[in-house]
């Protein structure tokens, strides 16, 4: 199963939530390997914008997420993701991540709002 422009996507919000309820981690199946990363919540008002960016791992996901009421049954979503590179990752962010989030982000989003029409 795709999810989002992953094989396959799991996520544990309560991993860590005795000692810090902002800590989740999450596996994706990203190139032929199982990769897991921590990430904290960094803002978040509800249901209106949130926040969270990665904390482990030599590719940590920003990712800021907006939505905004249009009328009573319409709104605009708008995410904005970036990454920072650790170690081997800062060379691989400029030259390789961006280019391939850029690539996956129309397709993301489309299963994003199919999945969010048909409920």
Do not use: C
Not at 47 to 53: E, I, L
Not at 75 to 102: C, N, Y
């Amino acid at each position: 199963m795709e999810v989002l422009g992953h094989a396959q996507m799991r996520t544990t919000t309560d991993t860590y939530s005795h000692v810090m309820p902002a800590l989740g981690r999450d596996a994706r199946h990203i190139g032929g390997a199982d990769r897991s990363s921590t990430s904290e919540v960094t803002h978040i008002d509800a249901p209106r914008t949130w926040g969270v960016r990665g904390i482990d791992g030599p590719i940590r996901a920003i990712v800021d997420v907006t939505v905004e009421p249009l009328t009573d049954s319409r709104s605009r979503l708008t995410i904005a993701v970036d990454f920072e590179g650790h170690g081997i990752g800062k060379v691989l962010v400029p030259l390789v991540v961006r280019r391939e989030a850029r690539k996956e982000m129309p397709a993301n989003l489309a299963a994003l709002k199919q999945r969010l029409e048909t409920g």
